[in-house]
């Protein structure tokens, strides 16, 4: 009788089943270049994260208070002795990614102490704070030069300095950029720790 | 169909519940292991990654742990998720209640520091008039610190303090430092004692470890992990609870499992809260609440975290000799000793963990920079740090209550906990910081950074109390091994039980406890009590 139908299929997957495990049982006996050179299932891939192929779409500061933020980065956390800052860590783009997924207040706080900075700078020397020349910039940022202290200063412009300052060398040391160089220089390779996923 | 013919029940996994199920499992008694969380696998939920590799550049999720600050974006995955597990406090004192849900609880992730209590604390009120005793001494607990401490490989130095009882020690005799030593020298002037630090040991210091396995290898110890407990059943005719209600976490269903014994370990807040939930017509405030204290007396050891942050000059651009910087210490409280009136404005007492070699946090210097790198790089190594600890009193108006508008992600009715620090903790913190300041200058030191400002409330995850023992059945809920007053087969095992803390870390004699009770438990079953 003519096979039909699905029992036809079953037959040939039965068939080409068993042509399989004959393949497999008798590897030597077949040329070497028709056999998987890599069999293992457990073979470890490496893959790499987003920001290493593509460039990340900006969406929260506007590009005003995004030019103050990577000037200022510039300032906090400047590239030395070819040793990337800021600006080769992205240190920006990231605080951009990173606000726009804060908490309101911390949102307001980098807001309002962007703008005063570029208020301020257009105030005092008729142009943005991302076109100061160095030592103009630095007067600007006088409040850093305060001591330390547990609370956070009542000043606005003081505490998001403050702020800024802790992120952006945040942002720049934990940032690919500082790693690699790490690597290339032999120094210790720094931000390398257990990370534990899902636990279900 | 469920055929497990058990003798105990065990709710919790951590420091108690692993230690009942390891003296109690070895001894026979077949015990039924509750979880709340599930289990982990060091090997498939463990990897190591670079840091610029996580999402958020280990800044971590904004806004995904509102109140647990010691959560980083490695480790996010081992905290609970405070938005499935909600809980309130009043808005003007915040309360961090910092939770692990998995097998092993908090032990997987503890600090490790093991310091025994001492009279000063079993015995408080004879020694200044406040607050209550245990039931207990230290002569009826340090059997079982002994036997404790070798288990989980504490080591330390024993120094014949009374205020600090010597324990059975992996003898610490590294030398110090020559900053530690600079430090331990000034604060000698001072009459500050200071000694090594006291902690467990080991790669994993951890109920799963050193526990568990060896409860299951007895055959005697069934683990069922995901089992979130709802509420304890009790027998209307004996008053004595009779099973268990749970709920798996994953899928929700609801499970009922019988218990002729019960012992409790969910941790402090989570086992009050439970006892709470679970309401009867015998019990209409609260399983063994007819004292009307359960909930009640909540406390911790409040911290000032980097109390003082100073630097060693001479190891400043990495000069100095090699032996010049590293290792740690602690002072034990040192307050108020003497019998009496307080020599201070406070009650009680405080004690440091202090710490020599670390870079301190660029945020202290006021530079930026091309200055502020050639800064960091000058201090790499260089710092000195101290933490204070104190212990905070426990009071009646600090409590957990149940919160009868919110309920959690498996309908289960949440707290609302009140605790906040009284003038007694802010004048400690004061003078513990004014003391650490003089410490650090008089060895020497630049001091960066001081102050007294402590965590909120929890944050140390020492949270103590609510479910205090005690020798009077009206003042309190448990007698002095543990049992409850009211119910003869219910044992609250965890850090509720403590009626005070001083300042040491708990984790310690809430295991020396577990065990002291799971004896006492087996002697009342062989004499047919329970």
Request: positive net charge; charged residues 20%.
């Amino acid at each position: 009788m003519r096979e039909s139908g699905p029992e036809r299929y079953r037959v040939w997957y039965m068939n080409r089943r068993r042509l399989l495990q004959t393949i497999a049982a008798t590897p030597a006996l077949l040329p070497a270049q028709q056999i998987n050179p890599s069999p293992d299932e457990s073979a470890v891939l490496k893959a790499d994260s987003p920001d290493a192929a593509g460039q990340p779409v900006r969406r929260y500061f506007t590009p005003a208070q995004f030019a103050t933020l990577a000037a200022l980065g510039d300032r906090i956390a400047p590239s030395i002795s070819g040793r990337p800052g800021a600006k080769e860590a992205e240190a920006a783009a990231f605080l951009d990614f990173l606000l726009a997924n804060s908490p309101r207040s911390r949102q307001v706080l980098y807001q309002r102490g962007l703008d005063t900075l570029d208020r301020a700078a257009r105030t005092k020397h008729q142009k943005g704070f991302a076109e100061l020349a160095e030592v103009e910039a630095d007067a600007l940022l006088a409040p850093l030069k305060t001591k330390w202290t547990y609370a956070m200063p009542a000043d606005p412009q003081a505490a998001f300095l403050r702020a800024a300052k802790a992120d952006i060398i945040r942002a720049t040391t934990n940032s690919r950029a500082v790693a690699e160089a790490n690597v290339a220089g032999r120094r210790r390779a720094t931000g390398l720790n257990p990370y534990w996923h899902v636990i279900e | 169909m469920a055929t497990f013919d058990h003798d105990v029940v065990i709710i919790g996994s951590g420091a108690s519940g692993g230690m009942a199920a390891y003296v109690l499992a070895q001894a026979g008694v077949k015990c039924l292991m509750l979880e709340a969380g599930p289990m982990v696998d060091f090997t498939r939920h463990r990897s190591m990654k670079a840091v610029y590799d996580l999402p958020y550049r280990g800044f971590g999720e904004p806004g995904r742990f509102p109140h647990i600050t010691q959560a980083s974006e490695f480790d996010a995955n081992l905290w609970i998720d405070e938005k499935k597990n909600p809980y309130t406090h009043p808005e003007n004192d915040p309360y961090y209640w910092v939770r692990i849900r998995l097998l092993g609880g908090k032990t997987l992730r503890w600090g490790r520091a093991s310091w025994r209590l001492s009279d000063f604390e079993f015995k408080g009120k004879d020694h200044d008039g406040w607050g209550e005793n245990w039931p207990i001494s230290l002569a009826d607990i340090a059997p079982f610190y002994d036997r404790v401490e070798p288990l989980i490989r504490v080591s330390g130095r024993n120094e014949g303090w009374a205020q600090l009882p010597d324990g059975q020690l992996l003898a610490d005799e590294s030398t110090d430092s020559l900053s530690i030593q600079r430090f331990n020298a000034s604060a000698k002037k001072l009459g500050v004692p200071t000694t090594k630090p006291r902690r467990a040991t080991g790669t994993l210091a951890s109920s799963v470890n050193l526990l568990l396995p060896v409860a299951q290898a007895t055959g005697n110890l069934t683990i069922v992990p995901n089992a979130i407990v709802r509420e304890l059943g009790v027998d209307p005719k004996t008053g004595l609870v009779n099973a268990v209600h749970y709920v798996d976490r994953r899928s929700k269903r609801e499970y009922t499992v019988p218990a002729k014994v019960l012992l409790l370990g969910a941790s402090t807040l989570e086992s009050t809260r439970l006892l709470l939930n679970s309401r009867s017509r015998q019990y209409p405030m609260g399983l063994a609440n007819s004292s009307g204290v359960l909930g009640r007396y909540l406390f911790d050891q409040f911290y000032v975290k980097n109390t003082v942050t100073a630097l060693v000059p001479e190891a400043r651009g990495g000069k100095g000799p090699r032996n010049l910087m590293g290792g740690a210490g602690y002072v034990p409280r040192f307050t108020n000793l003497k019998p009496g009136k307080p020599e201070k404005n406070y009650l009680r007492g405080w004690a440091w963990d202090f710490g020599s070699g670390g870079t301190p946090s660029p945020e202290l210097f006021p530079q930026w920079g091309a200055d502020l790198a050639q800064t960091m790089a000058d201090v790499q190594g260089a710092g000195f740090g101290m933490t204070t600890m104190g212990e905070s009193l426990p009071r009646f108006e600090h409590r957990i209550s149940i919160n009868p508008t919110l309920k959690d992600e498996w309908g289960i009715a949440a707290p609302h906990i009140e605790q906040r620090y009284t003038e007694n903790e802010h004048n400690m913190a004061k003078d513990a910081m004014e003391t650490g300041v003089a410490l650090c200058e008089g060895a020497g030191f630049e001091v960066l950074a001081a102050h007294s400002q402590m965590v909120p409330p929890g944050e140390s995850i020492h949270e103590l109390g609510t479910c205090r023992m005690g020798a009077d059945p009206k003042k309190s809920v448990l007698n002095g091994c543990n049992q409850a007053h009211d119910v003869r087969n219910l044992f609250v095992l965890d850090g509720s039980a403590f009626p005070s803390g001083g300042v040491q870390n708990p984790t310690l004699t809430i295991m020396a406890l577990t065990m002291r009770a799971s004896e006492y438990l087996m002697e009342q079953k062989k004499q047919g009590k329970i």
